[in-house]
């Protein structure tokens, strides 16, 4: 959590500092490029908003059934074992259990409606962004499809990190430790996929690849 605050500050004052922040510029500057030649990207435009689409359902379908599982598990008579040490793999009580598997179902549950909705705002740039600009009368301007599109992607993003947030909780059911382990490894993960590479390392990876294909041509 402390990660996600830290990560949208950093998106609200550097967004281009980070991979949001730069492909919601680049997105931005596609929406107008589609628009403004419309007649020859059209078909472009549908295609790659249905791979979008397609992946929403995907992660949609997956955050639904994963709570139709947990709904199962939380209103059958299951309970688990206590073969290891609360004081040092935590409570494992009727209680504790329930409150686990509660918070992951709600997690889940979160996730399907942000990907549900970001589902919603895509269809409704599908239909938009073809929509010519004579007929429009000025209000489907590329600004408001831009925004739209926005809103579709924030969903998904937030959607994505609330399936991913669930992996440690899921770990929570056999105890604090490996939540910790998890969440550990996670941020370094999250970081390296979040933060764009600063110019001296982009340079430095660029003659790297350069060394590389100079060796390879050798």
Known sequence: MGYHVWLWHKVRTQPLSTIIGTNARGRRYWVAAIMKDNEKKNILAVQTLRNTIMG?????????????????????TYSIKKPLNDTVYGAHGEFMVALKYVTLLLIFLFSFICHSLSIRFTNQVNFLINCP??????????????????????????????FYAALPLMLWIFGPVLVFLCSVTMVPVLYNLDIVLTPEKRKFGENNNGHAHECGAV
């Open 56 to 76: 929403s359902t995907l992660m949609a379908t997956t955050s639904i059934l994963l709570c139709s599982g947990l709904a199962a598990v939380i209103s059958s």
């Open 133 to 162: 600009p004579e007929c429009s009368d000025g209000v489907v301007t590329p600004a408001y499809v831009s925004d739209l599109l926005e809103r579709s992607f924030t969903l998904n993003t937030v959607g994505n990190r609330l």
